[in-house]
Structure formats: structure tokens, C-alpha cells
């Protein structure tokens, strides 16, 4: 059970690169969700899903796309990267409603230079 | 909206004592849950403690405890016997029945450090 899996954990890309970061779990959850972590700020939820085939955005969803073609993985993609991407990217999952606790992934590193 | 508040930005104790993060909340959810997380610098997110909004008694984990005041809508952690190894970053979180598929949104965190 190795519960909520991202890659890759660490990438440097240039301005107006895109990439796919990739994320796994095997909890059978119905809700995922991106953040992206930046100093003093907490975690900000940039897009989420409810269930297979649903996307919606979240607080900074600008500059990203995502889908969730398959209930366990969730892509987030940014088509042009931006210095003001580099963040540090969480993927989680959680069961639904409130009560349940939320599976992270190790987080992924990212660098646009 | 739903916001949550950390006041704390840096905090320091002694091994073996005792130590309170503060954090408040704001949602007009009938329903929500608070949790508390925390991040070492090897940057991972664990999860330490979670209270409900209807949950009658404070939630305990070990050394961890959570002082729940729904009047004053505050969610602070306690940490007794502090230990090195609980240096890190902790958030506290809220996840409310109303939010954007209830996902959790995230206090600005507070740094803890342990000094022997």
C-alpha cells in the first residue's frame, strides 16, 4: 500500500517549457487534489477532483490544467512554465466528506529558470 | 469564506516542556473537521491530530492534543514533553462539508523549535 505517489520529486525547467507532474494512489479515494507550497504561504489549492472524469478549480488555478482520466491518477500540467511556478507541488487524496484524512504525496520540487 | 489563521509564525521551547500552537478558524459550514500537520524539512506532510465540529471531547494523540473552543473558534495544538525530533513546520487545516470538494484549506504554519 504505498498510499499517494508523485513524480518526479525534483525537475528544473526553462520559461515557456511544460511538463506533467503525475499522481497515483492506491486508497480508492474519490477526491484528489493539487496544491503548491510557497514560503509563508501555506498550501494553496491550485485544481481538484471529485471523481473520475471531474475537474474543477481551486484558489491559483492559472497557468495549470489537469484531468483525471482514471480514478487513482491525477495529472497536472503546466502547457508554459513561469518563474512564479517554481513551488513546491503536493498531490493529495482523500475519502469524501469531512471526516476523513486527507493521503499526501512526498511533493515535487519544481525550478523555472 | 473560509479562512483559517495562524498567528504564530516562529515558536521555540525546551525538550520536555510543553508547548501550544495557536490556531483559529472562520466558516459558515454546518459541518467541518480541523486537523493539524506537520512538515520536517524533509518536506513531507504528516498527519497528527483531527477534531470534529461535533465531536463532544478534545481530541488526543499521544503527546499531541487539540484545545478545541467552538465558541471562540479556535483549534489550537498541544504538544507536551516537547522532543527534538518535533522541529518542523505544523499547519493547521480545516475541511469544511461546503468547500470546493471539501478540500483542505491551510494556516500559514509555524515553525517549532526544540532546543535541548
Known amino acids: 500500500n504505498a498510499g499517494v505517489t508523485q513524480t518526479p520529486k525534483f525537475r528544473v525547467l526553462k520559461t515557456g517549457q511544460s511538463m506533467t507532474l503525475l499522481c497515483a494512489q492506491d486508497?480508492?479515494?474519490?477526491?484528489m487534489y493539487w496544491y503548491r507550497q510557497d514560503p509563508g504561504m501555506g498550501l494553496r489549492l491550485i485544481h481538484y477532483?471529485?471523481?473520475?472524469?471531474?475537474?474543477a478549480k481551486g484558489e491559483v488555478p492559472d497557468g495549470y490544467n489537469v484531468s483525471r482520466l482514471k480514478k487513482q491518477n491525477f495529472l497536472l500540467g503546466l502547457e508554459s512554465a513561469a518563474p512564479s511556478q517554481t513551488s513546491v507541488y503536493f498531490c493529495?487524496?482523500?475519502?469524501?466528506?469531512?471526516?476523513?484524512?486527507?493521503?499526501f504525496g512526498q511533493g515535487t520540487r519544481l525550478t523555472v529558470v | 469564506a473560509q479562512k483559517i489563521t495562524q498567528t504564530q509564525p516562529g515558536m521555540f521551547v525546551q525538550e520536555k516542556e510543553a508547548v501550544t500552537l495557536d490556531c483559529t478558524y472562520d466558516t459558515s459550514d454546518p459541518s467541518y473537521g480541523l486537523f493539524w500537520y506537520k512538515q520536517p524539512s524533509s518536506g513531507e506532510m504528516i498527519f497528527l491530530i483531527y477534531?470534529?465540529?461535533?465531536?463532544?471531547q478534545n481530541a488526543t494523540e499521544g503527546r499531541y492534543s487539540l484545545n478545541f473552543q467552538k465558541a471562540r473558534k479556535s483549534a489550537n495544538l498541544v504538544i507536551s514533553a516537547s522532543q527534538l525530533g518535533d522541529s518542523a513546520m505544523y499547519f493547521c487545516a480545516m475541511r469544511g462539508v461546503n468547500q470546493a470538494g471539501t478540500a483542505l484549506i491551510f494556516g500559514k504554519g509555524t515553525t517549532l523549535s526544540v532546543s535541548s
Open positions: 477534531q470534529g465540529s461535533y465531536d463532544q
Open positions: 477532483s471529485v471523481g473520475e472524469g471531474t475537474t
Open positions: 493529495a487524496s482523500s475519502p469524501t466528506g469531512v471526516r476523513g484524512t486527507s493521503g
Open positions: 486508497m480508492n479515494h474519490e477526491y
